[in-house]
C-alpha cells in the first residue's frame, strides 16, 4: 500500500464527510487523483459514500488493528512467547507471509495479522475472503520441540481456543465446531483454520497456524462467498471492537499452543467434544479419495480422527470433509 493511500484511510476512518478539495490538500495531490484512490478503496469492498458538496466518507468508520492494544490483551509472559508480532497491511496471505520467510526467522515463534489478504488461503484449496479492516486474519508461526506425528488434532485444539475467544461475546449454545475445525454459529461459517507444516528435523518441527475469523463481513463481500457465514457483528447484535477479539483470540492461541505442545491433543479432547455438532447426527463424508459415505458420527478419538458409524461398523478418518444431513 503506498503512503498516501495509507494516509487517505487514516483520514477517512474517523467516518466524516472529507471535501476532495481538502483531502487534496492534506495528501498534496489533485482532486482527480484523490478520486482515483477513492476508486482503488472501493475494490476493496470498502463501503465509500460520495456526496456532492460534501465529499466523502466510510460510513461508521474504521477501526485499524492497533499493536498496542492487541498486546494490552495479553499477559508478560505470553508476549515472551512470541519474538515479534506484525501487522500488515494488505498481502496475499499472512500463512504464506510466515512459509516463505521461515528460512530468515530464527528458531522462534512469531503472529501476523493483516488488514486485508489478496489470496486469503483455504482449506482444500479454496479461497479465504478477507475484505479490509473488517475481519481477523491472524497467522503464527510456531516451533514445537517434537516430530509432526506429535501435532496430530493440532488444528481440532485451535478450533476450541476460538471458541473460547468467543465465549467472552455470547453464551450461545449455537456455537460449535464441525470436524475438524470450522467453528459454526447457527451452521453457518463463523471461523476457519488452515494449518501447514513448515520445517521439520528429527526432534522438531514448525507449523503455521492460520486463523480466520469473520467480525463484521461487508455487503460488498457477500457475493464472493460460497458457504452459508456468519460475522461477530451479526451473532452479537453489537459493535465489536477488532482489536479486542484480535488481542483475545491472540493470548488464547499462545495459551492453547503451549498446553498442546506439552500435553498433545489429549488437553483438549473432553473440550472439543462438548463442542462438537455432529455428534449423533447423520452424516455425509468425504474422503481424501472423493469417496463420499454416508453414516452417523460419533465422535473422534484420541487423535482427533473423525468416527463415522456405517453399516459396516465404526470407520475412523485422519482428514476429510464432513456436512451434517438434514434430516427429512
Ligand atoms: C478454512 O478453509 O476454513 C480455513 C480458512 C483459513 C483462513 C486464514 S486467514 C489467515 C490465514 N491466512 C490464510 O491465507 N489463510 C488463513
Given at each position: 500500500m503506498t503512503e498516501t493511500l495509507k494516509k487517505l484511510i487514516t483520514i477517512l476512518k474517523d467516518g466524516e464527510f472529507h471535501s476532495g478539495e481538502q483531502l487534496g490538500k492534506t495528501l498534496g495531490v489533485t482532486r482527480s487523483a484523490?478520486?482515483?484512490?477513492i476508486k482503488q478503496l472501493s475494490t476493496w469492498d470498502l463501503e465509500i459514500e460520495s456526496v456532492t458538496n460534501k465529499g466523502y466518507r466510510i460510513p461508521g468508520g474504521l477501526t485499524l488493528l492497533s499493536k498496542e492494544k492487541i498486546l494490552s490483551f495479553l499477559s508478560f509472559d505470553q508476549q515472551a512467547r512470541l519474538e515479534k508480532i506484525e501487522i500488515l497491511d494488505n498481502i496475499p496471505s499472512t500463512n504464506d507471509y510466515l512459509l516463505h520467510s521461515l528460512q530468515a526467522r530464527p528458531n522462534k515463534n512469531y503472529a501476523c495479522f493483516a488488514e486485508k489478504q489478496t489470496h486469503g488461503k483455504g482449506r482444500r484449496g479454496r479461497t479465504w475472503i478477507?475484505?479490509?479492516?473488517?475481519?481477523?486474519?491472524?497467522?503464527?508461526?510456531?516451533?514445537?520441540?517434537?516430530?509432526?506425528?506429535?501435532?496430530?488434532g493440532l488444528s481440532l485444539a485451535?478450533?476450541?481456543?476460538?471458541?473460547?475467544?468467543?465465549?467472552?461475546?455470547?453464551?450461545?449454545?449455537?456455537?460449535?465446531?464441525?470436524w475438524p475445525n470450522d467453528v459454526l454459529y447457527k451452521n453457518h461459517k463463523l471461523a476457519g483454520i488452515l494449518v501447514e507444516l513448515a520445517g521439520e528435523s528429527n526432534d522438531n518441527c514448525s507449523a503455521v497456524i492460520g486463523v480466520g475469523l469473520n467480525v463484521d463481513m461487508p455487503n460488498a463481500s457477500h457475493q464472493y462467498i460460497t458457504q452459508p457465514w456468519a460475522d461477530l457483528q451479526n451473532m452479537t447484535q453489537t459493535i465489536v471492537d477488532r482489536n479486542e477479539v484480535a488481542g483475545l483470540l491472540l493470548s488464547h492461541l499462545v495459551n492453547t499452543l503451549i498446553l498442546f505442545q506439552n500435553q498433545g491433543f489429549h488437553a483438549f479432547t473432553e473440550k472439543w467434544q462438548t463442542l462438537d455438532l455432529t455428534l449423533g447426527k447423520p452424516i455425509s463424508l468425504t474422503n481424501s479419495a472423493s469417496e463420499k459415505l454416508q453414516g452417523i458420527g460419533r465422535g473422534i478419538n484420541e487423535q482427533g480422527h473423525f468416527l463415522?458409524?456405517?453399516?459396516c461398523g465404526i470407520k475412523s478418518f485422519s482428514s476429510g470433509e464432513v456436512s451434517i444431513r438434514l434430516s427429512n
Open positions: 484523490v478520486w482515483k484512490l478477507a475484505p479490509f479492516a473488517k475481519n481477523i486474519y491472524l497467522s503464527v508461526l510456531w516451533r514445537f520441540p517434537q516430530d509432526p506425528s506429535a501435532l496430530s485451535i478450533a476450541v481456543s476460538i471458541i473460547e475467544t468467543l465465549k467472552h461475546y455470547t453464551t450461545t449454545q449455537e456455537l460449535g465446531i464441525k463415522l458409524e456405517t453399516p
